[in-house]
């Protein structure tokens, strides 16, 4: 098994399965991983890897390096979807979260104004009135919830903070309502001997109760395409995925879009 980190802060263009060709922005380190979450299935590893050495890019720079590459791509006439912070943990947990949104909007306006921003994120940082007002402000605010099942969230997204509390973050996801995109992760398998299955009906039929109090704009169902931590997490297949997506639209109204 092996893991990948981000290796700068931005990446890319790359192919993503769900959001086209994306440019990433990662606002964690480039040689190790700070995240509020622990997931078994994190393509970046685990949070036992360490915080690495570089510490996090000042909004400065990102704003510089964001500029020169966007600059690059326009003479080069590269073609581009969408700007995606992810990367190495929990863009969120940046200090210059707010500002580095801000800058990012000035420059997709100046270099690719049909560009959309996403940003994917734990949704642990909701209870920040600057976090908030940032995500409000871009195309895609993606947030995630795996589960509403405490057991299943300890043990899939293992919360950092002991206090963490699955009800609130719903609560405080629901806030933005059609603002939000929801994406949950779908996989089974074991981890230090206990099953994780996330898959279930009981799982889903929360899940969708969740989803119907929420009302986000669309909900993201995908599986596991890359190396993770856990190893033995399995793939859901595609028609598991469209069936429960299906269920999902049936009984919420709200649009799925799968991916696996
Ligand atoms: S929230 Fe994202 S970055 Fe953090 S551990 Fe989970 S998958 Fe990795």
Redesign the pocket.
């Known amino acids: 098994m092996q893991t990948v980190l981000f290796h700068s802060t931005i990446f890319g263009p790359i192919h993503s399965r769900r959001l086209g060709s994306s440019l990433g922005i990662n606002l964690m380190p480039d040689d190790g991983k700070i ?1 509020s ?3 078994i ?2 393509e ?1 590893g685990y949070n036992a890897q360490g915080h690495g050495t570089t510490g996090l890019p000042a909004r400065a720079q990102v704003a510089a390096m964001l500029e020169q590459k966007l600059g690059t791509m326009k003479t080069e006439g590269t073609p581009l979807d969408v700007i995606t912070f992810s990367g190495n ?2 863009p969120t947990l940046h200090p210059e979260f707010e500002g580095v949104i801000d800058d990012t909007i000035a420059l997709r306006d100046r270099y690719f104004p049909n560009v959309k921003i996403s940003v994917l994120s ?1 949704a642990t940082r909701l209870g920040s009135e600057s976090v908030c007002r940032a995500l409000a402000r871009v195309d895609n605010n993606i947030l ?1 919830l795996d589960s509403t099942v405490p057991s299943t969230v300890a043990l899939l ?1 293992r919360p950092v903070d002991p206090s963490f509390d699955i009800g609130e973050v719903i609560d405080r996801i629901a806030t933005f309502g059609s603002n939000a995109i929801v994406q949950t992760m779908l996989t089974r398998g074991t981890h230090e001997g206990i099953t994780v299955d996330n898959t279930t009906d009981a799982e889903i039929d929360a899940l969708i109760e969740a989803y119907g109090r929420i009302k986000p704009r669309e909900i993201m169902l995908y599986t596991i395409d890359r190396p993770t931590p856990e190893i033995s997490l399995k793939r859901v297949s595609r028609e598991e995925l469209a069936a429960a997506g299906a269920r999902i639209t049936r009984r919420t109204g709200i649009p799925v879009q799968i991916s696996g």
Do not use: I, P, R, S
């Open positions: 995240c979450f622990d997931c299935y994190c970046a943990g929990e734990n995630k997204d």
